[in-house]
């Protein structure tokens, strides 16, 4: 069965300091991993996936299949990143459509 | 309007009550979602359409009842639900790549 989970619910830190966002996985065949962001008033939104390898808003993550993790990570946090943050994992395309399974989510809090 | 756009914004409906959520996508796409978002549970998948035609039921009780009637609206029709469906009910498309685009969603509280 898929299965992601985010560990922290609540997750807050300085401006200028780094963060990392867990998320695990269970998942028996090759998954694909994502980052949904959902800021303030805001509609869900895809921030990255691992595929990609690339970085958005200074965010990166990792897909390491040893500990079927994909920590979300920034080195310098900024106000601007306060929002709700979703892992999300896609094990399965069904005739062209996505079979996303989210995470709990972490709400991130930036303080100044 | 662009993107996926969801009706009503909010909806307080009795027990017994019949209503409607309806989705409506302007970007083409040819898949379309419903996931429950509870406040003490992650994202719910309930239904999945590709094309038109359901492509998962995510074990969804039949108070819930999908629509399709082409690929670009998807209703959820509501029937005789419980306190306990109160959620914010979100409405996403996606087109072959691994995104899925959201919309603002329906708060629904059930009385």
């Known amino acids: 069965a898929q299965r992601v989970t985010q560990p922290e619910k609540l997750l807050s830190v300085f401006k200028g300091a780094p963060v990392e966002l867990k998320c695990n996985y269970s998942?028996?065949?090759?998954?694909?991993l994502f980052w949904y962001v959902q800021y303030s008033r805001q509609r869900l939104q895809l921030l990255l996936r691992?595929?990609s390898r690339e970085s958005i808003k200074g965010f990166t993550a990792d897909l390491n299949k040893g500990e079927t993790s994909f920590h979300l990570k920034k080195p310098f946090a900024q106000e601007e990143d306060s929002a709700m943050y979703y892992c999300?994992?896609?094990?399965?395309?069904?005739?062209?459509?996505?079979?996303?399974?989210f995470g709990q989510g972490t709400r991130l809090t930036i303080n100044p | 309007e662009t993107g996926v756009t969801q009706t009503p914004r909010h909806l307080v409906m009795g027990m017994t009550n019949k209503k409607s959520l309806k989705c409506e996508q302007h970007?083409?796409?040819?898949?379309m979602y419903w996931y429950k978002q509870s406040a003490k549970k992650p994202l719910e998948l309930m239904f999945v359409?590709?094309?038109?035609?359901?492509?998962e039921n995510n074990s969804v009780p039949s108070r819930f009842s999908p629509e399709c009637p082409n690929s670009s609206h998807l209703f959820l029709h509501l029937h005789t639900l419980q306190p306990e469906d109160s959620a914010l009910y979100l409405c996403?498309?996606?087109?072959?790549?691994?995104?899925?685009?959201f919309g603002s969603g329906t708060q629904l509280s059930v009385l």
């Open positions: 996403a498309s996606s087109q072959d790549v691994p995104e899925l685009f």
């Open positions: 998942y028996s065949g090759s998954p694909e």
């Open positions: 691992h595929i």
């Open positions: 999300a994992l896609s094990g399965l395309l069904v005739q062209g459509a996505q079979k996303l399974v």
């Open positions: 970007l083409g796409h040819n898949a």
């Open positions: 359409y590709n094309f038109k035609e359901q492509t």
